[in-house]
């Protein structure tokens, strides 16, 4: 069984910054895949970014710029570095990797949420 949990969410005021933290615990091997999304009241749920297994980062156009997707190997630990935020970037963010755990095939796994609110 693998665990995620997430931390670093917050209130913020416009232009602030703040880096959410996922921590993987549990019997695996190694995180492959990793990405963040995020949803806001009454909205679907988006992709904000992403990290195909090193391939590179890729980023939702409206946070391009202000967001960072990386990761901590060593700690299993994903990070999403957040600034100059905007009150539009309120909303729940998750995360979600790959991982190929000790028993069973490789699969998504999923962050509890964290909120996120941005506002004066």
């Known amino acids: 069984q693998v665990q995620l949990v997430e931390s670093g969410g917050g209130l913020v005021q416009p232009g602030g910054s703040l880096r959410l933290s996922c921590a993987a615990s549990g019997k695996f091997f190694s995180i492959y895949a990793m990405a963040w999304y995020r949803q806001a009241p009454g909205k679907q749920r988006e992709l904000v970014a992403t990290e195909p297994s090193g391939r590179g980062t890729n980023y939702a156009d409206s946070v391009k710029g202000r967001f960072t997707i990386s990761r901590d190997n060593a700690k299993n630990t994903v990070y999403l570095q957040v600034n100059n935020l905007k009150p539009e970037d309120t909303a729940v963010y998750y995360c979600?990797?790959?991982?190929?755990?000790?028993?069973?095939?490789?699969?998504?796994?999923w962050g509890q949420g964290i909120q996120v609110t941005v506002s004066s």
């Open positions: 979600n990797i790959n991982v190929q755990p000790v028993v069973g095939p490789r699969r998504d796994y």
